[in-house]
């Protein structure tokens, strides 16, 4: 029968042997036979079966990584198209309509902090979305709109797109009959790249117009809180976002902790709710509290015996001391003082554990195949209810180099001062594939001498585990910039720790400006439509 399968099995494994035998119950099991039944759908599979004298439920996955997307995008809204008369340029400049009409336009499509500038036949426009995932698409659609209703006379249209108000790249449309036929389907896209011009975002490109007028198109406050399904992987949510992207969401919470000695599987389901404002020019603010329905960590028993500082050991007495917790409260002033130079300082509530002071700064080289950052932050252990201060405090100096390999590898070096004051470097290798997953792990060799089990003094113990980014927008019928992260280590240690990061400049840059723009000719998708072609260069960066 089509999709469907049986299957058999003897289990021959001597599961006494198994490391944490006795802990897990694993111990117990014996070697037998089992049988099943199997549905296929798709890349999801579902067993039952009858194995070792006990009936047994099983789905898993099996995830196309190399595929760009799972589900077909459905819900995906589609471009603008409208036809409406243009005005001349005179007109353009003597009323604010015009524009106005251009921000309402751009703003229904999800684009955010808009500001837009005339010089002389050109149209200049900065913005950001707050849902396309992949900036050539983003940037095409908002091109496609400006197209449609810049003033008759524009000969060229250029747009700077921005994360957190810092400029990534610009793109310059010439020739815009050209770019016109595209947008129809009339031209390939091999004969518009001679007439699209990609460029490194240089300070002061956002500078041209102010958002004054963006502001002002909306006459009327924006809609409330908003009950939202399926939205960026969460299945219900209460969400509210403006133009300038402060945003407050309400969504479920979930934390899943495996491999302490008390029991295998610990979790906790709960509700978060954060709020980010902009509150001035490239100065956020984020808050965060948690409140934990349910959870099982604080069953833990067993106290941490490290000899270190407890930085990250005792998680559990974290659990255990409250169930509603500020987890964020901190502001972060954003910088870019030069080409690819980007820096940022925080102060407040880092994370459950640690609240501080600190900064920092990244340079991107031209191409992107490399980035190197520092970063420094003085760091106070926040007590067990979340509401004041232990004595424990540190400075945590972190440099990171990350180097793009082919394929879709990077290898990253973090070497300096960690959480626990021990010094050493930690190891990071990942690879990228066409879906956007990224599979990778980590190993960490500090001078922090950790013999509690599994270390022992002649074979300490050091960091290490494998982890999973998953972009959502594969998983969804439309598109989003939600990823969700997993990480699979040892029980929470001390050794090799760092601090959570505010907002990590490398990993905001990552995706938009090291990947994204030097896609083989930084416009995919830039028509909606998958156009991609083989360059003899093989995709070498525009960028530049």
Avoid at 121 to 131: A, I, P, Q, W
Avoid at 251 to 269: C, H, I, M, Q, T
Avoid at 309 to 315: K, Q, T
Avoid at 323 to 342: G, S
Wanted: with cysteine.
């Amino acid at each position: 029968l089509k999709d469907w399968a049986l299957v058999a099995e003897y289990d021959a494994n001597d599961y006494s042997r198994d490391p944490g035998a006795t802990q897990s119950g694993a111990a117990g099991i014996k070697k037998g036979p089992g049988v099943g039944v199997e549905y296929t759908w798709g890349w999801l599979t579902g067993q039952l079966a009858y194995t070792r004298e006990k009936p047994a439920a099983m789905v898993y996955m099996a995830v196309p990584l190399s595929a760009k997307d799972f589900i077909p995008k459905l819900n995906e809204p589609q471009p603008d198209t409208r036809i409406t008369p243009r005005p001349s340029m005179e007109q353009w400049l003597q009323s604010d309509e015009h524009r106005k009409r251009m921000i309402r336009a751009l703003a229904e499509q999800d684009f955010r902090s808009i500001r837009i500038a005339t010089i002389h036949n050109r149209v200049e426009v900065s913005l950001t979305s707050s849902r396309i995932s992949r900036v050539s698409r983003a940037v095409g659609r908002a091109a496609r709109t400006i197209l449609l209703l810049s003033p008759l006379g524009t000969r060229e249209i250029k747009i700077t797109y921005t994360v957190r108000e810092l400029p990534i790249v610009t793109y310059s449309f010439f020739e815009l009959d050209r770019l016109q036929r595209y947008f129809n389907g009339m031209l390939p896209r091999w004969e518009l790249e001679p007439y699209v011009a990609i460029h490194y975002a240089a300070p002061g490109a956002q500078e041209a117009g102010d958002m004054t007028d963006m502001l002002a198109a909306f006459d009327e406050p924006q809609p409330g809180l908003k009950v939202l399904y399926q939205d960026e992987g969460n299945f219900i949510s209460l969400k509210k976002e403006d133009l300038v992207q402060n945003r407050v969401n309400i969504r479920p919470s979930l934390g899943v902790y495996l491999n302490d000695p008390s029991g295998a599987f610990k979790y906790e389901v709960g509700v978060q709710a954060s709020v980010d404002r902009r509150l001035a020019p490239r100065t956020f603010f984020t808050g965060a509290v948690n409140y934990n329905i349910y959870e099982t960590i604080s069953d833990v028993t067993q106290p941490s015996n490290s000899q270190l500082p407890h930085v990250r050991s005792d998680i559990a007495e974290y659990k255990r001391a409250s169930d509603f917790k500020l987890t964020q409260f901190l502001v972060n002033q954003l910088y870019f003082p030069a080409e690819r130079v980007y820096a940022r300082a925080s102060a407040g509530i880092y994370e459950e554990m640690f609240g501080g002071a600190g900064g920092q700064v990244l340079y991107l080289p031209s191409g992107a195949r490399w980035g190197a950052d520092l970063a420094v932050d003085w760091v106070k252990q926040r007590d067990f209810d979340g509401w004041g201060f232990r004595d424990y405090d540190t400075v945590t100096t972190i440099a990171s180099f990350n180097y793009c390999l082919p394929m879709g590898i990077t290898a990253t070096a973090r070497g300096g001062r960690f959480l626990a004051r021990d010094e050493g470097v930690r190891f990071e290798l990942k690879r990228r594939f066409a879906s956007g997953y990224e599979v990778g792990m980590w190993y960490t060799r500090t001078n922090g001498n950790d013999i509690t089990s599994p270390g022992s003094p002649g074979n300490p113990y050091y960091d290490k585990g494998i982890f999973l980014a998953m972009p959502l927008n594969t998983l969804l019928s439309k598109d989003t910039q939600a990823v969700a992260f997993m990480s699979l280590a040892p029980w929470t240690r001390d050794v090799g720790q760092l601090v959570v990061s505010p907002l990590d400049l490398y990993r905001l840059m990552e995706k938009p400006l090291v990947l994204d723009v030097h896609e083989h000719d930084g416009l995919v998708q830039l028509g909606d439509r998958d156009d991609d072609y083989h360059r003899p260069t093989g995709g070498d960066a525009r960028a530049r």
